[in-house]
Nanobody, 124 residues
Framework: DVQLQASGGGLVQAGGSLRLSCGTS????????ITWFRRAPGKEREGVSC??????SRHYAESAQGRFAIYRDKDTVYLEMNNLKPEDTAIYYC???????????????????WGQGTLVTVSS
């Protein structure tokens, strides 16, 4: 059974950094694409970054490009977030699906496995 555990959120000032963690267990070749999503109040869910667990190909949303870095270490996928802005404030979730990284695919039903959210608050 696949399980995801997201953590690492918190309160940080603009310009600061946070590292989110997505602990994983039970991943197989059929569900090894891990995507970080976020949902800000009053906004739609946004795909932020994705990594293929086995070949480590990486994908970033334009809003994350150059500031965020996704990587894995053993069974954990990290999202390193630098130069944070108030507009990065959101609940961040990690999710797993087959082998495809596509940040434009955002529906809950497209991802069989979700971690609980972790809140990131960036103060100005």
């Amino acid at each position: 059974d696949v399980q995801l555990q997201a953590s690492g959120g918190g309160l940080v000032q603009a310009g600061g950094s946070l590292r989110l963690s997505c602990g994983t267990s039970g991943l197989t070749l059929s569900n090894d694409a891990i995507t970080w999503f976020r949902r800000a109040p009053g906004k739609e869910r946004e795909g932020v970054s994705c990594i293929r667990f086995r070949n480590t190909s990486r994908h970033y949303a334009e809003s994350a490009q150059g500031r965020f870095a996704i990587y894995r270490d053993k069974d954990t996928v990290y999202l390193e977030m630098n130069n944070l802005k108030p507009e990065d404030t959101a609940i961040y979730y990690c999710a797993a699906r087959d082998w495809r990284c596509d940040l434009n695919v955002r529906s809950i039903n497209s991802y069989p496995y979700w971690g609980q959210g972790t809140l990131v608050t960036v103060s100005s």
